[in-house]
């Protein structure tokens, strides 16, 4: 079992950054990947970006230039640094983590961001 914790949503005005962190916990040593995806109301949720095991990282096109995914030193924390934000970014932010062999997802409680316009 793999628990993860998120941080860092909030109310930014346009143009503004944000920060994103999420720790994982339990059986950490089983995880690949991590990354995160959003869900705006109404839309199915989408990935942001995503880091796995060997650092190579991913990123939507949408936030390609603007978002950072980076992680930390201990391998369990992944930081969303999200830079340039534009009301479209408005959604909950969900952590994720894949779990190896068996490629299970784990989900965080997700956290909000809104930005205003």
């Known amino acids: 079992q793999v628990q993860l914790v998120e941080s860092g949503g909030g109310l930014v005005q346009a143009g503004g950054s944000l920060r994103l962190s999420c720790i994982a916990s339990?059986?950490?040593?089983?995880?690949?990947?991590m990354g995160w995806y959003r869900q705006a109301p109404g839309k199915q949720r989408d990935l942001v970006a995503t880091i796995s095991l060997d650092g190579t990282t991913n990123y939507a096109d949408s936030v390609m230039g603007r978002f950072t995914l980076s992680r930390g030193n201990a391998k369990n924390t992944v930081y969303l640094q999200m830079n340039s934000l534009k009301p479209e970014d408005t959604a909950v932010y969900y952590c994720?983590?894949?779990?190896?062999?068996?490629?299970?997802?784990?989900w965080g409680q997700g956290t909000q961001v809104t930005v205003s316009s």
């Open positions: 994720n983590a894949v779990e190896y062999p068996v490629n299970y997802d784990y």
């Open positions: 339990g059986n950490i040593f089983s995880i690949n990947a």
